[in-house]
């Protein structure tokens, strides 16, 4: 018999949970649905939403047990995509905040994973789709091949910022949430 894998989401946040930029509200509505896209009366823009990524034991740092196997983070969002007028680019961003440690560290944002909805494999849809990260920065991660990736929350905040994207008038982008999970091995 064999072995299904175990998917669960450690982080996930809905569409329209996240904070708007100062300069975008009103560009953005709020959907009954719990997503978030560029208002229909606006035809061309660009908008960000942010998502404060908090800690959680599936995802914090940690050192498994002799013998255990752990997976690695993913990070995926759902989107609407409708062709060529629209496109959403969520990034998963480590800020320094240096708690727990005597050691002066540099103020710093790194990119850690991205996501585009013009590189996915996904066909372009008015229906909802998942897409799933490009990219991964793996040195921004803490942990190594025995532990697999984690986020150092004592050191460092996270954020996902989503850019909902209207080339024109024919586009409808959108976010209905973003997730980082532990892929089961």
Known sequence: ???ASVLHADWTAVGSTGTIDE???GKIVLNNDGSASIRSTISSTSAKVRFNVTS???IDFFIPKPGEEIGNLVFTMRVRDNGAGA???ATLKRITLGGGSD???PQTTVTAATIDSDLSAVAPSNDWMTVWAQHYNR???AGNITTGDSMDFLRFGWVVEV???KHDATG???IMGVQVFRDQP
Do not use: E
Request: glycine letters at 12%; aromatic letters at 4%; zero cysteines.
């Open 56 to 58: 959680n034991p599936g």
């Open 23 to 25: 300069g975008d509200l």
């Open 172 to 174: 409808d982008p959108g």
């Open 163 to 165: 850019q909902l994207i």
């Open 139 to 141: 040195s921004a991660f």
């Open 103 to 105: 050691i002066a560290m």
């Open 1 to 3: 018999m064999a072995a």
């Open 87 to 89: 496109r959403v680019i």
